[in-house]
């Protein structure tokens, strides 16, 4: 069955950097889009990034971009989620999930996995 562990979450301080992994199996990975997303306390799921099948196509939202760096390794299934300049208001629960396609409609998934926190506190 498909899986999707994250790890990499914890404390930060403001301006701090952090790397999130997402291991996978169950499936082939390198065959599907992947993609981040993050919820808050109180608040709905948001998109953060999300990167096709070959790495050739990466889009990230206002709130990622110049911060954030999705990569991912298809040789270890493996998704990577580098995060810089964290501020208190990347607080939130990062979910890693599966793209439905290689290469369209990258934010689409049928899969997550269970998450890791993040917070950004000093």
């Known amino acids: 069955q498909v899986q999707l562990v994250e790890s990499g979450g914890g404390l930060a301080q403001p301006g701090g950097s952090l790397t999130l992994s997402c291991a996978a199996s169950?499936?082939?990975?390198?065959?599907?889009?992947m993609s981040w997303f993050r919820q808050a306390p109180g608040k709905g799921l948001e998109r953060v990034a999300a990167?096709?099948?070959?790495?050739?196509?990466?889009d990230y939202p206002d709130l990622a971009k110049g911060r954030f760096s999705i990569s991912r390794d298809n040789a270890k299934n493996t998704l990577y989620l580098q995060m810089n300049s964290l501020k208190p208001e990347d607080t939130a629960i990062y979910y890693c999930?599966?793209?439905?396609?290689?290469?369209?409609?990258?934010?689409?998934?049928?899969?997550r996995g269970q998450g890791t926190q993040v917070t950004v506190s000093s």
């Open positions: 999930a599966k793209g439905l396609s290689s290469i369209w409609r990258l934010y689409e998934y049928d899969y």
């Open positions: 169950g499936f082939i990975f390198s065959n599907y889009a």
């Open positions: 990167i096709d099948s070959f790495s050739s196509t990466i």
